[in-house]
């Protein structure tokens, strides 16, 4: 059990300060906290500031690389044992010049609040909280031993597609096992799932929004050394990783990224099964699991449409404000119909496709 060990953090966080921080850092991803049921709200957002500060010091080009590993290595014994205020001070410390995001240095200064409020969780929340942070930080572990260093101009991608696989559930799809965990726990509407069948789909949820970012993010993720995509897919498409460098080969890569779209789409209809299977009657979640994958599929239709730019560092396709307003609206209507959530998500499929 986490224990706090300064008097001056014994006081936890308010909901009103979480709810601040959320807000600051979790952009599109606060519009889900909002509306998720009271039950799992705070220990959902409690989980994603945790993994959000860890995340924050992942990236964190100004500090060398042994000096960022180190303290993703702090954060996770603090996880798993009595938190040890000095450590958590001394990480905000590293980076409380650098950091150019006033929300992510509010979010650091917040950690031993952070603590305390994990401390105050009933046990099977604060374990299901601990284990998905921890594997949250593996993967950030994972990328920059995997990786060569951003200032070293070299690149290198993964070799196989169970590598990618491997990834993406360490970095997103634990993050649906987490989801289906704490809901079964708290929302007796979801007790007669079967949890191991679930947690599946979940995870398949998870692994196909990270899937997404992975195809979009490509040409940036290029530039800091990295290539998520396995070196397999390249080389069944007769492609390497300079070709990938030139803005001009999109149209030579496109086989790739309809192989990457494929792979999503598959991860998406289980993404859709997990949807359905929620009860009617649980709005709130429908609407917080539905809203994540609409905004998937609204980002690979923008990949199809645009792949003659795909490679493109300058061209990004993402959805617009607008567009997710415009989404949010629409998804009132129909989020207690099976029938037309299935006919929304069968027409963006086939937009993709088409």
């Known amino acids: 059990m986490l224990v706090p060990c300064r008097s001056t953090a014994s006081g936890g966080i308010s909901p009103q300060q979480l709810n601040d921080l959320l807000r600051g850092v979790s952009r599109s991803f606060y519009l889900t906290l909002r509306i998720?049921?009271?039950?799992?709200?705070?220990?959902?957002?409690?989980?994603?500031?945790l993994a959000r500060a860890a995340d924050t010091l992942a990236d964190s080009t100004v500090l060398p690389v042994p000096q960022r590993l180190l303290g993703l290595q702090k954060l996770q014994q603090q996880l798993a044992g009595s938190a040890d205020?000095?450590?958590?001070?001394?990480?905000?410390?590293q980076l409380s010049g650098p950091l150019e995001n006033p929300h992510e240095a509010q979010l650091l200064q917040q950690l031993p609040q952070l603590f305390v409020l994990l401390g105050q969780q009933p046990?099977?929340?604060?374990?299901?909280?601990?284990?998905?942070?921890?594997?949250?930080?593996?993967?950030m572990i994972y990328d920059l031993t995997t990786f060569p260093m951003e200032e070293s101009g070299e690149v290198a991608a993964l070799a196989?597609?169970?590598?990618?696989?491997?990834?993406?559930?360490?970095?997103?799809?634990?993050?649906?096992?987490?989801?289906?965990?704490?809901?079964?726990?708290?929302?007796p509407a979801l007790r007669h799932w079967h949890r191991q069948h679930y947690s599946q789909l979940g995870i398949r949820f998870g692994k196909g929004l990270q899937l997404t970012n992975i195809l979009r993010d490509l040409p940036r993720d290029l530039?800091?050394?990295?290539?998520y995509?396995?070196?397999?897919?390249?080389?069944?498409?007769?492609?390497?990783l300079p070709m990938l460098l030139e803005s001009r080969n999109s149209r030579v890569a496109k086989p790739l990224l309809n192989a990457g779209i494929t792979q999503a789409l598959a991860h998406f209809a289980a993404a859709e099964q997990y949807i359905i299977a929620i009860p009617r009657r649980c709005i709130r979640l429908r609407l917080a699991a539905l809203w994540p994958l609409l905004i998937g599929l609204a980002t690979l239709e923008r990949l199809s449409a645009s792949s003659d730019a795909w490679l493109d560092v300058a061209h990004v396709a993402k959805v617009k404000r607008q567009w997710v307003y415009r989404m949010l609206l629409l998804s009132l209507c129909c989020v207690a119909s099976n029938r037309l959530i299935q006919r929304w998500l069968k027409q963006w499929v086939e937009k993709i496709e088409g």
């Open 123 to 139: 046990a099977a929340d604060r374990a299901l909280i601990q284990q998905v942070v921890g594997r949250l930080t593996d993967g």
């Open 223 to 227: 530039r800091l050394g990295r290539c």
């Open 229 to 240: 995509l396995p070196a397999s897919w390249l080389q069944q498409h007769g492609l390497n």
């Open 36 to 49: 998720l049921p009271a039950a799992i709200r705070q220990p959902i957002g409690l989980a994603y500031l």
């Open 160 to 187: 196989e597609w169970d590598a990618l696989d491997h990834y993406t559930y360490m970095v997103a799809g634990c993050v649906g096992e987490f989801w289906t965990a704490m809901s079964m726990d708290h929302l």
């Open 85 to 93: 205020f000095s450590v958590l001070a001394e990480i905000e410390l």
